[in-house]
């Protein structure tokens, strides 16, 4: 016998139409609520950057505002308490030794101050 035998399929396709035209009512079945209406406006409370330069000797600014290193402790210190707390940015010059960057960001570190981001210029 060289034919394919096409009932059962037939068969299988009946039966998945016949549970496709039961269930579809089913899926779209909802209740109709006539629901209550709010004004929703999102807060726009924007966190304030500080930004942090370093300089290639060393010197640190804090938004361009020269800063010794106890200076700099006590600014990290009044930023840690403020909420929201704004975001540390930290400008460094490309020719600056690590260790200067590395206190900078371990004062903030030990100060509390959570937010943390670098600055840099895209590439060429």
Do not use: C
């Not at 396709?13 to 089913?26: D, N, Q």
């Not at 640190?60 to 940015?89: F, G, I, K, M, R």
């Amino acid at each position: 016998m060289s034919e394919i035998n096409m009932t059962p399929l037939v068969d299988v396709m009946l039966v998945l139409l016949i549970i496709f035209i039961l269930t579809v009512p089913v899926m779209t079945h909802s209740v109709k609520l006539d629901l209550p209406r709010a004004v929703n406006k999102a807060n726009e409370i924007k966190p304030k950057t500080v930004n942090l330069a370093i300089t290639q000797d060393g010197t640190l600014y804090w938004n361009e505002t020269a800063l010794s290193v106890e200076a700099y402790a006590s600014h990290l210190a009044a930023l840690a308490v403020q909420q929201p707390q704004p975001e540390l940015h930290i400008r460094a010059d490309r020719k600056v030794e690590y260790e200067h960057v590395a206190r900078a960001m371990a004062a903030a570190q030990r100060a509390g101050v959570h937010k943390l981001g670098f600055v840099t210029e895209p590439g060429l």
